[in-house]
């Protein structure tokens, strides 16, 4: 079982920036792709960002199209903890933020589909005002 707990969330004007953190519970989560997704009011919560895990170290990112250029997703193996550096923000970026780990995907894949995540954190909430 692992346990994911985000943090780093607030309010923030737009154009600043956020970095969200995200600690797992569990002595694999280096082998575990870990991904970012949000969910604002009345919508579909949707892939932000992925990272996966290595068997070297060489890591892959994909980034949704809405946030690239912007945001920037790392890991730290050592620490468990997967980061979200969000920069630029903007008044749509504003969402409950969750960090997700998916214990099955292959090395170096990016997986974007939620059903590829097994387990999910409780969310940090980013609200980025005008």
């Known amino acids: 079982q692992v346990q994911l707990v985000e943090s780093g969330g607030g309010l923030v004007q737009a154009g600043g920036s956020l970095r969200l953190s995200c600690a797992a519970s569990?002595?694999?989560?280096?082998?575990?792709?870990m991904g970012w997704f949000r969910q604002a009011p009345g919508k579909e919560r949707e892939f932000v960002a992925v990272?996966?895990?290595?068997?070297?170290?060489?890591?892959?990112?994909d980034y949704a199209d809405s946030v690239k250029g912007r945001f920037d997703i790392s890991r730290d193996n050592a620490k468990n903890t997967v980061y979200l550096q969000m920069n630029n923000l903007k008044p749509e970026d504003t969402a409950v933020y969750y960090c997700?780990?998916?214990?099955?995907?292959?090395?170096?894949?990016?997986?974007?589909?939620?059903?590829?995540?097994?387990?999910w954190g409780q969310g940090t909430q980013v609200t980025v005002s005008s």
């Open positions: 997700a780990a998916s214990s099955s995907s292959p090395v170096y894949a990016t997986p974007r589909d939620r059903i590829r995540y097994d387990y």
């Open positions: 569990g002595r694999t989560f280096s082998r575990y792709a």
């Open positions: 990272i996966s895990w290595s068997a070297s170290s060489a890591y892959y990112a």
